[in-house]
T-cell receptor, first 116, second 111 residues
Framework: NAGVTQTPKFQVLKTGQSMTLQCAQD?????MSWYRQDPGMGLRLIHY???????DQGEVPNGYNVSRSTTEDFPLRLLSAAPSQTSVYFC???????????????FGSGTRLTVV | TQLLEQSPQFLSIQEGENLTVYCNSS?????LQWYRQEPGEGPVLLVT?????EVKKLKRLTFQFGDARKDSSLHITAAQPGDTGLYLC???????????FGEGTQLTVNP
């Protein structure tokens, strides 16, 4: 299994440009999330989804949009890039098991975004 | 917003030493996880603890969830250079849809 695949791995944008960070998982996980990681701030939740067609905002959603039309894909759209969005972005997926137990997140390898 | 504080932020030790990393919050979490992250990669799940007072062992790593489910610790015995990495704790609810991460502890084990 490929797990969680993120593309691109690196991206440089100019202020005001838009782009989509792609995320795909092949594990049939119902939960998917987007995090950003900045030095000294850990990982902060941007948006998450509990299933196809269902999304919700996380801690830092401003400037980002998401949609989940299929179980496998969860793209993150930057509407108008700003230097404050320079960060490493991680997509993650997870599932519940029997009896409501939870298996924890599988993370992609990240997209390193620089906005100049 | 639920906050998780990790300490220490940085830890540099010699091979063979023992260490403990702490993760504390004023909030109660239904579950708490520990991840390890290497440079250029995403975090990798080490363990999930869900019961207050729970202790889990993974080879030389021992994880404990506080009785009140507000804190956790990670103890490494006889650290090895391969243990070097960023250790992150993360707290969440039973569904796992939202996780709150601590800032991480950067561990360096010198040979």
């Amino acid at each position: 299994n490929a797990g969680v695949t993120q593309t691109p791995k690196f991206q440089v944008l100019k202020t005001g440009q838009s782009m989509t960070l792609q995320c795909a998982q092949d594990m049939n996980h119902e939960y998917m999330s987007w995090y950003r990681q900045d030095p000294g701030m850990g990982l902060r939740l941007i948006h998450y989804s509990v299933g196809a067609g269902i999304t919700d905002q996380g801690e830092v959603p401003n400037g980002y949009n998401v949609s989940r039309s299929t179980t496998e894909d969860f793209p993150l759209r930057l509407l108008s890039a700003a230097p404050s969005q320079t960060s490493v972005y991680f997509c993650a997926s997870s599932r519940t098991g029997t009896g409501g137990s939870w298996y924890g997140y599988t993370f992609g390898s990240g997209t390193r975004l620089t906005v100049v | 917003t639920q906050l998780l504080e990790q300490s220490p932020q940085f830890l540099s030790i010699q091979e063979g030493e023992n260490l403990t990393v702490y993760c504390n919050s004023s909030s109660v979490f239904s579950s708490l996880q520990w991840y390890r992250q290497e440079p250029g990669e995403g975090p990798v799940l080490l363990v999930t603890v869900v019961t207050g007072g729970e202790v889990k062992k993974l080879k030389r790593l021992t994880f404990q969830f506080g009785d009140a489910r507000k804190d956790s610790s990670l103890h490494i015995t006889a650290a090895q250079p391969g243990d070097t990495g960023l250790y992150l704790c993360a707290g969440g609810g039973t569904s796992g849809s939202r996780l709150t991460f601590g800032e991480g502890t950067q561990l360096t084990v010198n040979p």
